[in-house]
């Protein structure tokens, strides 16, 4: 199991002001390596230097496996423009298979054939010919991981997958997820969910206001004072969704 | 019966309504492809702006005295094009608000030039003329007819040859961005399409009614079909229908030919939306 990825004190901002500094953190081949944070503190311009869409300010980033732009699949967050698309499941995942056309026009057998099976591996394949704006939650992002599974086979980076779904569909997507990981797959999820974080993840990396509050693996992290204290935050939060609900 | 006939054969005697039916059916082929990619980004109102900015830019070339102005109307269109893709994204200035002040303006400044620089004693027929086509498309040259084709077997060939393309991008930027792909390219091209249409089609439905040949015929499509390629094939195939009948009534009944293609499309759109309740209505 070689590192994927290695980043030794790097700071990540646009022309000249910084977003976040002093990141320290690995990972490895068949991690699942979950990103928790506060809106604002810099997550999505982590996912953009992860991308290879923005190159750090300073400390050094090495990437000994994931040699250009393109080499993570990804799951976005979903446009507004996507919610009355009318695009066909199938249309959808074989786009993912675009990056390997290059100047090609057209797709080849090889790259359907590769969308069929991305397609029946999430289970998937009999809403290939249904339109996507008619799919509920949990089955748009079933889509959209399939396609991020077409662009790179190995490793994914998923920005906030379970929003807005239902805490069915949430469970449901975790579980899928965590099996991804489980056949070698790489995952890196972005999250607010520290529960779900703490229950899948191999390994935490806690960014703060604009800085480093921990990295480790899941286990430290829950023995952590950072780990603790968010625990108890979480435990707060879930008491008042319970009485919301009641 | 046979009196319509023979009028009709006796039109299709003439060659300007051949030209008239043939680069008629081009635009609304070509407009209607790049339609359903720019409703689907939120760009229908780009046609609008773009084509009074053709109209301004008409008004210059009608200025400097050149006798074919598509060789003004075209670059300018094509930069307004891209200048109004770059605003988008940078959002100094919001997207819409940078459509509507490039829009308004050109079309004051052309009004303007008209009048101050007439080219001809009717100024209010020739302003009637650039904003609603009326009448020019049935006085095309064998010229005009040529470039309309050439550009419009690059439109079309364009579109097939980046069709995967342009549907990514229009589904999911980010994505495309985070594989690899230079949407930024590919966005630019269609902004370049999208020019090169409006120019061709100023000339069928004049530049205020443009944006009705882009938008109605994909809005349509949408109603009833759930792909992407179906409703692209779709959009063509009731753009090129509703030309042709609007140009046919407009020869018979001898209304404006420009308008009489929209409200063709324009009843063929309520058509759409009243099937589409209908086929709803039987599945629930």
């Given at each position: 199991?070689?590192?994927?990825l290695?980043?030794?004190?790097?700071?990540?901002?646009y022309?000249?002001?910084t977003?976040?500094?002093?990141?320290?953190?690995?990972?490895?081949?068949?991690?699942?390596?979950?990103?928790?944070?506060e809106?604002?503190s810099?997550?999505?311009?982590?996912?953009?230097?992860?991308?290879?869409?923005?190159?750090?300010?300073?400390?050094?980033?090495?990437?000994p496996?994931?040699k250009?732009?393109?080499?993570?699949?990804?799951l976005p967050?979903?446009?507004?423009?996507?919610?009355?698309?009318?695009?066909?499941?199938?249309?959808?995942?074989?786009?993912?298979?675009?990056?390997?056309?290059?100047?090609?026009?057209?797709y080849?057998?090889?790259?359907?054939?590769l969308?069929?099976?991305?397609?029946?591996?999430l289970?998937?394949?009999?809403?290939?010919?249904?339109?996507?704006r008619?799919?509920?939650?949990?089955?748009?992002q079933r889509?959209?991981l399939?396609?991020?599974?077409?662009?790179?086979?190995?490793?994914?980076?998923?920005?906030?997958?379970?929003?807005?779904?239902?805490?069915?569909?949430?469970?449901?997507?975790?579980?899928?997820?965590?099996e991804?990981n489980?056949?070698?797959?790489?995952?890196?999820?972005?999250?607010?969910?520290?529960?779900?974080?703490?229950?899948?993840?191999?390994?935490?990396?806690?960014?703060?206001?604009?800085?480093?509050?921990?990295?480790g693996?899941?286990?430290?992290?829950?023995?952590?004072d950072?780990?603790?204290?968010?625990?108890?935050?979480?435990?707060?939060?879930?008491e008042?969704k319970?009485?919301?609900?009641? | 019966?046979?009196?319509?006939?023979?009028?009709?054969?006796?039109?299709?005697?003439?060659?300007?309504?051949?030209?008239?039916?043939?680069?008629?059916?081009?635009?609304?082929?070509?407009?209607?492809?790049l339609?359903?990619?720019?409703?689907?980004?939120r760009?229908s109102?780009?046609?609008?702006g773009?084509?009074?900015?053709?109209?301004?830019?008409?008004?210059?070339?009608?200025?400097?005295?050149l006798?074919?102005?598509?060789?003004?109307?075209?670059?300018?269109?094509?930069?307004?094009?891209?200048?109004?893709?770059?605003?988008g994204?940078?959002?100094k200035?919001n997207?819409?608000?940078?459509?509507?002040?490039?829009?308004?303006?050109?079309?004051?400044?052309?009004?303007?030039?008209?009048?101050?620089?007439?080219?001809?004693?009717?100024i209010?027929?020739?302003?009637?003329?650039?904003?609603?086509?009326?009448?020019?498309?049935?006085?095309l040259?064998?010229?005009?007819v040529?470039?309309?084709?050439?550009?419009?077997?690059?439109?079309?060939?364009a579109?097939?040859?980046?069709?995967?393309?342009?549907?990514?991008v229009?589904?999911?930027?980010?994505?495309?961005k985070?594989?690899?792909i230079?949407?930024?390219?590919?966005n630019?091209?269609?902004?370049?399409?999208?020019?090169?249409i409006?120019?061709?089609?100023?000339?069928?439905?004049?530049?205020?009614?443009?944006s009705?040949?882009i938008?109605?015929?994909?809005?349509?499509?949408?109603?009833?079909?759930?792909?992407?390629?179906?409703?692209?094939?779709?959009?063509?195939?009731?753009?090129?229908?509703?030309?042709g009948?609007?140009?046919?009534?407009?020869?018979?009944?001898?209304?404006p030919?420009?308008?009489?293609?929209?409200?063709?499309?324009?009843?063929?759109?309520?058509?759409?939306?009243?099937?589409?309740?209908?086929?709803?209505r039987?599945n629930?």
């Amino acid at each position: 199991m070689g590192d994927l990825l290695l980043c030794k004190d790097i700071a990540l901002g646009y022309e000249g002001s910084t977003v976040v500094s002093g990141l320290n953190f690995r990972i490895t081949e068949g991690d699942y390596l979950c990103i928790l944070g506060e809106n604002g503190s810099g997550k999505s311009t982590l996912i953009k230097a992860l991308l290879g869409l923005n190159k750090p300010i300073s400390g050094m980033m090495i990437q000994p496996a994931l040699k250009k732009v393109g080499d993570i699949g990804y799951l976005p967050q979903q446009t507004s423009i996507q919610r009355d698309f009318p695009a066909s499941v199938r249309e959808i995942v074989l786009s993912g298979c675009l990056p390997k056309c290059g100047l090609r026009p057209f797709y080849t057998k090889q790259e359907k054939q590769l969308a069929e099976t991305t397609m029946s591996r999430l289970g998937i394949t009999e809403l290939a010919t249904r339109c996507y704006r008619e799919l509920s939650g949990g089955q748009q992002q079933r889509v959209l991981l399939a396609r991020a599974l077409c662009a790179a086979q190995k490793t994914l980076l998923l920005d906030e997958p379970v929003t807005g779904l239902d805490p069915k569909a949430q469970l449901e997507l975790y579980e899928l997820i965590s099996e991804l990981n489980k056949s070698g797959i790489t995952i890196i999820m972005v999250s607010h969910d520290f529960t779900a974080a703490t229950r899948y993840a191999s390994h935490i990396l806690h960014i703060g206001a604009q800085h480093q509050l921990f990295f480790g693996t899941t286990a430290d992290y829950l023995a952590s004072d950072v780990g603790k204290m968010f625990s108890l935050d979480a435990g707060t939060q879930n008491e008042g969704k319970v009485s919301d609900n009641g | 019966m046979g009196d319509f006939a023979a009028k009709l054969q006796l039109y299709f005697s003439y060659p300007f309504v051949w030209y008239a039916l043939i680069v008629g059916l081009l635009i609304a082929l070509c407009s209607s492809l790049l339609g359903v990619t720019l409703v689907l980004k939120r760009f229908s109102y780009i046609g609008d702006g773009l084509s009074h900015v053709a109209f301004g830019a008409m008004a210059i070339a009608a200025l400097v005295g050149l006798t074919n102005n598509v060789y003004i109307v075209m670059p300018i269109t094509v930069i307004s094009a891209i200048l109004l893709l770059r605003t988008g994204q940078n959002a100094k200035i919001n997207g819409d608000a940078a459509i509507a002040m490039i829009s308004v303006g050109a079309l004051a400044l052309g009004y303007m030039l008209m009048n101050l620089f007439p080219s001809s004693a009717n100024i209010s027929g020739d302003v009637c003329t650039t904003l609603f086509g009326s009448t020019s498309i049935l006085t095309l040259k064998e010229s005009d007819v040529i470039i309309c084709i050439v550009m419009s077997v690059v439109v079309i060939a364009a579109f097939l040859l980046f069709y995967n393309k342009i549907f990514a991008v229009t589904f999911d930027e980010n994505f495309m961005k985070a594989t690899g792909i230079k949407a930024n390219v590919y966005n630019l091209i269609i902004a370049i399409i999208t020019a090169l249409i409006i120019v061709l089609a100023m000339n069928l439905v004049g530049s205020l009614l443009i944006s009705a040949l882009i938008i109605f015929p994909a809005l349509s499509a949408m109603r009833l079909f759930r792909s992407f390629r179906s409703v692209v094939i779709c959009s063509a195939c009731v753009s090129v229908t509703c030309a042709g009948l609007g140009i046919f009534t407009s020869i018979m009944a001898g209304t404006p030919v420009g308008s009489t293609i929209v409200v063709t499309d324009i009843i063929v759109f309520f058509l759409f939306c009243g099937l589409s309740l209908i086929i709803r209505r039987k599945n629930v």
